[in-house]
C-alpha cells in the first residue's frame, strides 16, 4: 500500500512539472510575439531610414544600399552584384527616386534621366507600408516573423554603437526547407539594426531612423528636396 502511494505521488509530481514546462514554453513563445508586436508598432512611427545589405548566395557576392525618406519622398538605391566564377559578369547600378522622377548615376558622377523607364517603388510605397505594419521588404519583415515564425529569444549585443536584443527566428521559406534568421531588436526603441538570413549568407544593417539623410540629388530637383544631413 505504502509503495502505491508514493508512486502515485511521484506520477503526479511529473505529470505537474509536465505542465509547467509546457506552459513556459507557451509563455515564452507569447512573450518573442508580444516583442515583435512592440517592433511592429516601432515601426509605423519611422519616416527615414538606411539599409546596408551584404549577401554571398553561391559564387554570388551582392552589395546594396537602400535610403528612404518619407518626408520628402525621396528613395536612393545601389547595389553592386559579382560572381568569382564570372567576373566579367559584374554590374553596378545607382537610381535616385525623387518623387515620380527618377534618375540613373552617370560613370562621370553625374545624374540623367534614364531613356527607358526604371520602374519599381517609390519612397511612398514603402513608407505606406511601414505606416501600415505591413512587412515593406527593406526593414525585417516583423508580421510574417508574428504569423509564421518560431521566436527565439537570444543574447544582447551592440550593433552600430546601439544595444539590441538578438532574436532566432526560423519559419517556412528557404529552398530546402526552413529558413533560420537572426533580428537584433533594441533595447530602448524596439527597432531592428540587424538581420542575417542563413541560405542567403545575408547580413543587413538599419541605420539613421528618423534622421535626415544627405542626398546627392541631381540639379534639376529643388534644393529644399534634396537638403538634408546625415547621422549615424
Known amino acids: 500500500m505504502g509503495n502505491r502511494y508514493w508512486f502515485w505521488v511521484l506520477v503526479r509530481l511529473a505529470v505537474g512539472v509536465g505542465i509547467v514546462a509546457w506552459a513556459a514554453s507557451y509563455l515564452g513563445a507569447g512573450s518573442g510575439e508580444k516583442e515583435f508586436q512592440k517592433t ?22 551582392n552589395q546594396m544600399l537602400w535610403e528612404v525618406d518619407c518626408n520628402r519622398d525621396l528613395f536612393h538605391y545601389q547595389w553592386h552584384v ?52 505591413s512587412d515593406s521588404y527593406l526593414l525585417p519583415p516583423i508580421a510574417t516573423m508574428i504569423k509564421r515564425g518560431i521566436l527565439q529569444k537570444g543574447d544582447k549585443k551592440t550593433v552600430n554603437g546601439v544595444r539590441c536584443r538578438e532574436w532566432l527566428v526560423a519559419m517556412k521559406g528557404a529552398p530546402n526547407g526552413l529558413e533560420h534568421d537572426t533580428v537584433c531588436i533594441g533595447l530602448k526603441d524596439y527597432l531592428p539594426y540587424e538581420m542575417t538570413v ?24 529643388s534644393p529644399s528636396t534634396s537638403a538634408g544631413t546625415g547621422s549615424n
Request: proline share 5%.
Open 40 to 61: 511592429l508598432d516601432a515601426m509605423k512611427q519611422v519616416h527615414s531610414f538606411r539599409v546596408a545589405l551584404a549577401a554571398n548566395p553561391g559564387t554570388q557576392h
Open 82 to 133: 559579382s560572381d568569382s566564377s564570372r567576373p566579367e559578369m559584374g554590374m553596378s547600378q545607382d537610381e535616385l527616386h525623387v518623387a515620380t522622377q527618377a534618375f540613373d548615376r552617370q560613370s562621370d558622377g553625374s545624374w540623367s534621366k534614364p531613356k527607358y523607364a526604371i520602374g519599381g517603388r517609390g519612397a511612398k510605397w514603402y513608407c505606406s507600408n511601414l505606416a501600415q505594419g
Open 198 to 221: 542563413d541560405w542567403e549568407q545575408a547580413r543587413s544593417s538599419f541605420s539613421d531612423y528618423n534622421s535626415p539623410i544627405q542626398f546627392d540629388a541631381p540639379e534639376s530637383v
